[in-house]
């Protein structure tokens, strides 16, 4: 069974930053892209960012030029690096990882991780 693990959620002040990493397990193949979404009290889950296994990247228009998003193929891991941090960023960000196999195409989430922004 596929695990994701997330770390690196917290409280910052508003233009500080955070680094928050997953990683997944229990799967013999590597997730085809790993991505973060994220989730505001009252709102639906978005997209932050995703990658795929050949490196190309996706951002939500809200967070381009202040996320970073990274893989290690190897480590089967993905990193967000956010910067200039701001109270709207404020959420419970989810990592995601997505298989796709002859067969089929499986996601998976993690459990989630709090980052707030402090004004």
């Known amino acids: 069974q596929v695990q994701l693990r997330e770390s690196g959620g917290g409280l910052v002040q508003a233009g500080g930053s955070l680094r928050l990493s997953c990683a997944a397990s229990?799967?013999?193949?590597?997730?085809?892209?790993m991505g973060w979404y994220r989730q505001a009290p009252g709102k639906q889950r978005e997209l932050v960012a995703t990658i795929t296994s050949g490196g190309s990247t996706n951002y939500a228009t809200s967070v381009k030029g202040r996320f970073t998003i990274s893989e290690d193929n190897a480590k089967d891991t993905a990193d967000l690096q956010m910067n200039s941090l701001k109270p709207e960023d404020t959420a419970v960000y989810y990592c995601?990882?997505?298989?796709?196999?002859?067969?089929?195409?499986?996601?998976?989430w993690g459990q989630g991780t709090q980052v707030t922004v402090s004004s």
């Open positions: 995601n990882a997505v298989f796709q196999r002859p067969w089929g195409t499986n996601d998976y």
């Open positions: 229990g799967s013999i193949f590597s997730p085809n892209a």
